[in-house]
């Protein structure tokens, strides 16, 4: 990077981290998202997951100025495959440097090494979502929220719950045994992604700070003829009013390998003694509670964006996902900020595999890489882009035939915070 605005002011660098530099770097990264700190088991955490060849700092002196990172995770995309996938986080400047072009020398830096990494997708969680747009990123998948009224709303359950047996447990006593069932259920659902080696322990962090009032994590483990099939973790924050208990149940993770395990586990949270309220966060857009209970409004549901999808490298991205139905169209794309994707591409494929090469034939769908980008995963359609402007139609008929093929019968999800 080069001096500052006037020409003579200080040289900043941009350069890969060193792991002596870890506490500084996240300490701007820290300030950047008002200053509050981490707790010290989590600041350890953190650091032992931080891949420092993978992250980048700007340093004005020994002023670290901005900080970007990329963990290296595997993606579930429609069809099955695991794709090599940049989880691109602590991404923060210094709001003494905003304006000077800092977070695009990262943006550039950081998308060139990870096309150099051969790894065709990036993925965010964005603080300010119309940040990454101008990068290539598109929401891709949402999740739901929702206050849900246990006293007035009841839930019905299908058969089979009534077999699956509960217990509580200590979280990290039952730690290896929730992500088995984790484990199992990535294979499913586009957007999980694969856990790593120690991001298991995130799961776990319960700072006492950060509890709002509520009690420390607690958990249940669900089994099913002596297999664990399922768990959930959770705080009760209690409370009291002139009618008498109003507690709260906050709902911190979800996980069931069949329905009836699933249902057993919400039934639980449901009817926890002396709460009015379940409070529910980050959760799949299609979960069938949401179909199980009496009074959907008194669940006061809401969806949020989530995790945001930037094709890194178009023909490998398109190419490691299965499409639903038979698709063959030519993509004429739009990718200034990486250009080796810009221009035509022919994408071939149906449920048992793809291909998706250049081309020189005739485009029949004009769009950004963005829009890829949020269609991937099945959850957007490209239909809905192509209604909002976002996806031109060249040749009548493409984009009807094209959509259908994107989609998902699952929504795509991400539970993995990184």
Same mark, same amino acid.
């Given at each position: 990077?080069?001096?500052?605005?006037?020409?003579?002011?200080?040289?900043?660098?941009?350069?890969?981290?060193?792991? &002596?530099?870890?506490?500084?770097?996240?300490?701007?990264?820290?300030?950047?998202?008002?200053?509050?700190?981490?707790?010290?088991?989590?600041?350890?955490?953190?650091?032992?997951?931080?891949?420092?060849?993978?992250?980048?700092?700007?340093?004005?002196?020994?002023?670290?100025?901005?900080?970007?990172?990329?963990?290296?995770?595997?993606? %579930? $995309?429609?069809?099955?495959?695991?794709?090599?996938?940049?989880?691109?986080?602590?991404?923060?400047? +210094?709001?003494?440097?905003?304006?000077?072009?800092?977070?695009?020398?990262?943006?550039?830096?950081?998308?060139?090494? $990870?096309?150099?990494?051969?790894?065709?997708?990036?993925?965010?969680?964005?603080?300010?979502?119309?940040?990454?747009?101008?990068?290539?990123?598109?929401?891709?998948?949402?999740?739901? %929220?929702?206050?849900?009224?246990?006293?007035?709303?009841?839930?019905?359950?299908?058969?089979?719950? &009534?077999?699956?047996?509960?217990?509580?447990?200590?979280?990290?006593?039952?730690?290896?045994?929730?992500?088995?069932?984790?484990?199992?259920?990535?294979?499913?659902?586009?957007?999980?992604?694969?856990?790593?080696?120690?991001?298991?322990?995130?799961?776990?962090?319960?700072?006492?700070?950060?509890?709002?009032? +509520?009690?420390?994590?607690?958990?249940?483990?669900?089994?099913?003829?002596?297999?664990?099939?399922?768990?959930?973790?959770?705080? $009760?924050?209690?409370?009291?009013?002139?009618?008498?208990?109003?507690?709260?149940?906050?709902?911190? &993770?979800?996980?069931?390998? &069949?329905?009836?395990?699933?249902?057993?586990?919400?039934?639980?949270?449901?009817?926890?003694?002396?709460?009015?309220?379940?409070?529910?966060?980050?959760?799949?857009?299609?979960?069938?509670?949401?179909?199980?209970?009496?009074?959907?409004?008194?669940?006061?549901?809401?969806?949020?964006?989530?995790?945001?999808?930037?094709?890194?490298?178009?023909?490998?991205?398109?190419?490691?996902?299965?499409?639903?139905?038979?698709?063959?169209?030519?993509?004429?794309?739009?990718?200034?900020?990486?250009?080796? %994707?810009?221009?035509?591409?022919?994408?071939?494929?149906?449920?048992?595999?793809?291909?998706?090469?250049?081309?020189?034939?005739?485009?029949?769908?004009?769009?950004?890489?963005?829009?890829?980008?949020?269609?991937?995963?099945?959850?957007?359609?490209?239909?809905?882009?192509?209604?909002?402007?976002?996806?031109?139609?060249?040749?009548?008929?493409?984009?009807?035939?094209?959509?259908?093929?994107?989609?998902?019968?699952?929504?795509?999800?991400?539970?993995?915070?990184?």
């Amino acid at each position: 990077m080069g001096n500052g605005d006037d020409g003579g002011g200080p040289t900043t660098e941009l350069r890969v981290l060193r792991r &002596d530099e870890w506490k500084t770097w996240y300490g701007t990264l820290v300030r950047a998202f008002s200053g509050v700190p981490e707790s010290d088991e989590g600041m350890e955490l953190y650091e032992s997951l931080t891949e420092a060849d993978r992250s980048l700092g700007v340093w004005e002196g020994d002023e670290c100025v901005g900080t970007a990172g990329a963990f290296s995770f595997r993606m %579930n $995309v429609p069809g099955g495959a695991r794709v090599p996938t940049a989880g691109v986080t602590m991404v923060g400047v +210094a709001a003494t440097h905003r304006r000077r072009g800092v977070l695009t020398s990262m943006m550039r830096r950081q998308l060139d090494d $990870v096309r150099s990494w051969g790894e065709p997708l990036a993925v965010l969680t964005a603080s300010e979502p119309a940040i990454y747009g101008r990068f290539g990123y598109g929401a891709a998948t949402f999740q739901l %929220n929702a206050e849900i009224d246990t006293d007035r709303v009841r839930l019905s359950v299908p058969d089979g719950t &009534d077999d699956v047996r509960l217990r509580y447990a200590a979280p990290a006593d039952v730690l290896d045994a929730c992500e088995a069932v984790y484990a199992r259920l990535v294979p499913g659902r586009p957007g999980m992604l694969a856990r790593r080696p120690g991001w298991e322990r995130v799961g776990l962090l319960d700072p006492a700070g950060e509890r709002e009032g +509520a009690s420390p994590l607690q958990c249940v483990v669900a089994r099913r003829d002596g297999e664990v099939t399922g768990y959930a973790r959770f705080r $009760v924050r209690p409370g009291w009013g002139s009618g008498g208990p109003e507690g709260t149940v906050v709902l911190d &993770d979800l996980a069931g390998l &069949d329905p009836a395990t699933e249902a057993a586990l919400w039934r639980f949270l449901w009817g926890i003694d002396l709460t009015t309220t379940l409070t529910v966060r980050g959760r799949p857009v299609d979960e069938a509670w949401q179909y199980q209970v009496s009074d959907i409004r008194r669940c006061r549901p809401g969806l949020r964006d989530a995790l945001y999808v930037r094709l890194v490298d178009v023909g490998a991205a398109l190419a490691a996902r299965t499409y639903q139905a038979p698709v063959d169209v030519v993509f004429e794309v739009e990718d200034a900020f990486c250009p080796w %994707n810009a221009g035509r591409w022919r994408l071939s494929g149906d449920a048992k595999g793809a291909s998706c090469e250049r081309t020189s034939d005739a485009a029949e769908l004009a769009l950004s890489v963005r829009e890829l980008g949020a269609a991937y995963l099945g959850g957007v359609s490209l239909a809905s882009l192509g209604a909002a402007g976002r996806v031109r139609q060249v040749r009548p008929g493409a984009l009807a035939e094209a959509s259908p093929a994107f989609g998902s019968d699952v929504a795509p999800w991400l539970p993995h915070g990184f």
